[in-house]
C-alpha cells in the first residue's frame, strides 16, 4: 500500500496501470481467435475499468 501512495504522489501510478494493460492485449485477439468470447468481453471489461482509473487518477492530480 505504500509504494501505490508513493507512486501517486510521484504521479507516476496512471502510467504503471497502463502499462500492465498492455499485457491484457495478445490475451484478448488469443481469446478471439479461439473464439473464447466470454473470455475476450471480460479482458474489455476489465480494460474499461482501468482506463476509467487512470482517467480519474489524471483528473484528480
Same mark, same amino acid.
Given at each position: *500500500?505504500?509504494?501505490?501512495?508513493?507512486?501517486?504522489?510521484?504521479?507516476? @501510478? !496512471? &502510467?504503471? =496501470?497502463? /502499462? &500492465?494493460? =498492455?499485457v #491484457?492485449?495478445? /490475451?484478448?485477439? =488469443?481469446?478471439?481467435?479461439? #473464439? #473464447? *468470447? !466470454?473470455?475476450?468481453? !471480460? @479482458?474489455?471489461?476489465?480494460?474499461?475499468?482501468?482506463v @476509467?482509473?487512470?482517467?480519474?487518477?489524471? =483528473? #484528480?492530480?
Amino acid at each position: *500500500m505504500e509504494s501505490i501512495q508513493v507512486l501517486h504522489s510521484q504521479k507516476k @501510478l !496512471g &502510467g504503471l =496501470i497502463s /502499462l &500492465g494493460a =498492455i499485457v #491484457n492485449l495478445p /490475451l484478448f485477439f =488469443i481469446a478471439l481467435r479461439r #473464439n #473464447n *468470447m !466470454g473470455f475476450a468481453t !471480460g @479482458l474489455v471489461l476489465g480494460c474499461l475499468v482501468l482506463v @476509467l482509473t487512470v482517467a480519474l487518477l489524471k =483528473i #484528480n492530480t
